[in-house]
């Protein structure tokens, strides 16, 4: 059994010519098309989802409802973190059940009923370096659900998953911050929500 590891990076906008210049020459085959991606995360009344999430408690759980490119296919997802691992779970919901969704919340055994209360929107790129796959986020932004007010993010996000010798190259030849805040917890920090 090979090794993965999964890290998160951010990078600021004077970075992106450095990362995109590793891509040129690394020979960096783009594997899919770029997508817009919305995801509209779900809360309880008292910002559960976030606590957990932000002093680090397991289990826990990111509830949302995401799109790809088009508001045509709607789809539920769950991500759960616990001293297991990482599970993911996702539906294809139609636009019916969406609406419902959206206005009368998710009824969860964990948190109780949530609702819908941050969007995130952002632009995705895939890439691959022999067995190295690469995300690039840009252009992220973040809006309260029931506000018109778009806050923009000043950084971009990758994410690499690979095994640790290759992840090792790249942080050597590139000067990345890792990660671990999500772009779900960005959004509820520089709302100031919680």
Do not use: A, G, N
């Given at each position: 059994m090979i090794s993965r590891l999964e890290k998160k990076y951010i990078i600021n906008h004077h970075s992106i010519f450095e990362f995109k210049k590793f891509l040129l020459l690394s020979n960096a085959k783009k594997i899919y098309p770029s997508r817009s991606i919305i995801s509209i995360y779900f809360e309880n009344l008292n910002n559960d989802c976030y606590i957990d999430t932000a002093e680090g408690n397991?289990?826990?759980k990111k509830i949302r409802i995401r799109s790809y490119n088009t508001k045509k296919n709607y789809f539920l997802e769950t991500k759960i973190t616990s001293n297991e691992g990482r599970l993911k779970s996702t539906n294809l919901i139609n636009n019916k059940k969406y609406k419902f969704l959206s206005r009368y919340g998710i009824m969860d055994n964990d948190y109780g009923i949530c609702f819908p209360k941050i969007y995130t929107m952002y632009e995705?790129?895939?890439?691959?370096i022999n067995n190295l796959r690469?995300?690039?986020?840009e252009n992220i932004k973040y809006r309260l659900y029931n506000d018109k007010k778009i806050f923009f993010d000043n950084v971009n996000v990758v994410e690499i998953k690979s095994n640790i010798s290759m992840i090792d190259?790249?942080?050597e030849y590139i000067s990345l911050t890792e990660t671990k805040c999500s772009k779900y917890m960005r959004g509820f920090e520089y709302l100031n929500y919680y």
């Open positions: 397991t289990p826990r995705r790129s895939y890439y691959l690469i995300t690039f986020d190259k790249i942080e």
